[in-house]
């Protein structure tokens, strides 16, 4: 048995997860969840079945037991501390991390996102400057600053 099972549909947040298992090197189980038939295992872990939802399968002296953690953001860094403490930050490095952490957590991944759902389902607005809000993140433009959109104020 592998030490996590991994819910996960590839048109959600669950993506990002998958990636944090990567990277962290984790030993995983993946289970497709098709939205209009969620997996009994599934809502028995998350009963809202959200995604991405990991099980970690914990053994200890005392016979083991699971964890589960759900929400993107919390599943990144339960890995990091899990498998890969060396991904965490260092003491001066907190601040900025959970600020980002947290941030990624709403409106980058929102946009993020709905530049894989079909574009009639996207607004256009959204679709003409997802490009420039992800770049903005990715430059390091921190959360409240306000950003001009082809150089308008």
Known sequence: MADYTFFFNP???????????HEAGADYEPVFVDWA??????????????????VHHHADDSGGHDH?????AAVC???AE???PELLP???????????????AAPLE?????LHRPAERVPRVLLHHA??????????ITPGTPVSLNGAP
């Open 77 to 79: 860094h339960y890995l």
């Open 37 to 54: 038939n969620k997996p009994q295992a599934l809502l028995d872990a998350n009963p809202m079945g959200k995604l991405p939802t990991i």
């Open 68 to 72: 589960v953690v759900s929400e993107a």
């Open 90 to 104: 260092r003491d001066e490095e907190k601040a900025d991390y959970f600020r980002w952490l947290f941030f990624a």
């Open 131 to 140: 490009p420039e809000l992800l770049r903005g993140a990715a430059q390091g």
């Open 11 to 21: 048109m959600s947040r669950a993506q990002i997860a998958r990636w944090a298992l």
């Open 82 to 84: 899990r498998e890969a």
């Open 110 to 114: 929102h946009h993020a996102q709905l």
